[in-house]
């Protein structure tokens, strides 16, 4: 007969005293350890709806869709609880300092209908004054505008998105340069109708 190892006499006595490893689930709740990689989770104070999660997924487990209704857009961000492997890599490269969207221990995932096994946050997006294409989500401009600071003055989608954001975006202002047929230079422009008004006033400017 082969004798047991003094190490696993040693755990079978440890186990006698403090009980065994593995938990009594589904009897009982089971808490996982704290260092356990489960469920990523969108964090509604942080998450700035840049997409960069859905960039680095390797498991495609994160989606989005961009949803126009007249003047207003929304985006909608989805994490699909069946697709995703736990890697982390969305907490790693989230911009917003790893906490737009975090791992969390969250391990008890079963579903009846795998159609519902998602997750969705949204975000309000800004569209262009004149296209009315999207420019980005409103989070993600405000959060630039605090990255950069004084600069986000060289850039009127940046500064306009933040004054509208404080309440201070001065329409009197906007009359007074429409009526120098400037008010184009201070909207909120998607890269295309900036480089576009501003070749329009070059040109009207130099008679071309
Ligand atoms: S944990 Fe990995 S697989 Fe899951 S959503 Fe994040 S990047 Fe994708
Ligand atoms: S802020 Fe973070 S969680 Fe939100 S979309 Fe960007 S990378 Fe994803």
Known sequence: MKLPKIRELIEAIKALIVGPYTSKFPKKPHTPYKSFRGQPKFNEDYCVGCLACEQVCPAKAIDHKDIKNGKTAKRIIYHYTDTCIFCGECEA???????????????????????????????????????????????????????????????????????????????????????????????????????????????SKTGG
Do not use: M
């Open 93 to 203: 490269a989230c911009i917003a300092e790893h906490k737009g969207i975090k791992l969390t221990n969250e391990w008890d995932l079963a579903f009846f209908d795998r159609s519902k096994a998602f997750e969705t946050i949204e975000r309000e997006l800004v569209l262009c004054e004149i296209c009315g294409s999207i420019i980005a989500p409103k989070k993600h401009i405000l959060w630039i505008v605090e990255k950069i600071g004084e600069l986000s003055f060289s850039n009127p989608t940046l500064y306009q998105t933040r004054l509208k954001e404080l309440g201070l975006a001065d329409d009197n202002l906007i009359a007074s340069i429409k009526e120098n047929a400037r008010d184009d230079r201070i909207k909120t422009l998607c890269a295309h109708c900036r480089r576009q008004t501003t070749l329009t006033t070059k040109n």
